[in-house]
């Protein structure tokens, strides 16, 4: 075998070693959710969440840190507990939920900022605008499941100025505050299942 066969052979070695398989993970919706809050009347919060969402998120191998993650979520699944309220909120007073039934989140990048703590950075698309997003995500782990599937759990918190994305709905207070804040607190907590 001559040098140059000899030298084709190590350069695929070298770059199969370089190539790590991408692995995809589904959202368990059953132990998922897609929580906010949001300050009412300047004394107390509300409470709701999304029942319906779907999504996937791509790995380099198992590292979270190099996740690529899209997302959608059905406006119309919106639920606080009130059917008044949740009508309100899906009507183009805010949501506007017939033009514009869903939201999409797709990550542009990952940075770790601590154990098991990272910044999930990506665009929110919400009615017909997009806007960049910062938000804090805990890794709390993988575990493989009593029937054989491996599992990974995060927690992922941040807080928008839904007045960003035209969600403008608002009364004033006679003491002067609103009766729904600007600030949307999130509160997401996921757990995905690896498929491949």
């Not at 897609?34 to 709701?48: D, L």
């Not at 033009?99 to 009615?127: E, H, Q, W």
């Amino acid at each position: 075998m001559d040098v140059l066969s000899l030298g084709f052979i190590a350069f695929g070695v070298v770059t199969a070693a370089a190539q790590v398989e991408t692995t995809t993970w589904d959202f368990d919706k059953a132990h998922s959710k897609v929580g906010f809050s949001v300050r009412h009347m300047v004394i107390s919060e509300v409470e709701g969440y999304f029942k319906d969402f779907s999504g996937t998120v791509s790995t380099e191998g198992d590292d979270f840190s190099t996740a690529k993650v899209d997302f959608k979520v059905n406006v119309s699944s919106i639920n606080t507990d009130n059917q008044e309220r949740d009508n309100h909120l899906k009507s183009d007073d805010f949501f506007n939920a017939e033009k514009y039934p869903a939201m999409f989140f797709k990550s542009t990048g990952i940075k770790k900022v601590g154990d098991n703590k990272y910044k999930l950075l990506g665009d929110l698309t919400i009615r017909d605008i997009t806007k960049p997003v910062e938000l804090d995500m805990i890794y709390f782990g993988t575990v493989k499941d009593p029937w054989g599937n491996t599992r990974a759990g995060f927690k992922i918190t941040g807080e928008l100025n839904r007045f960003d994305y035209n969600l403008k709905w608002n009364a004033v207070l006679e003491t002067g505050g609103l009766v729904a804040a600007k600030e949307v607190k999130l509160d997401i907590n996921v757990e995905l299942i690896k498929k491949s």
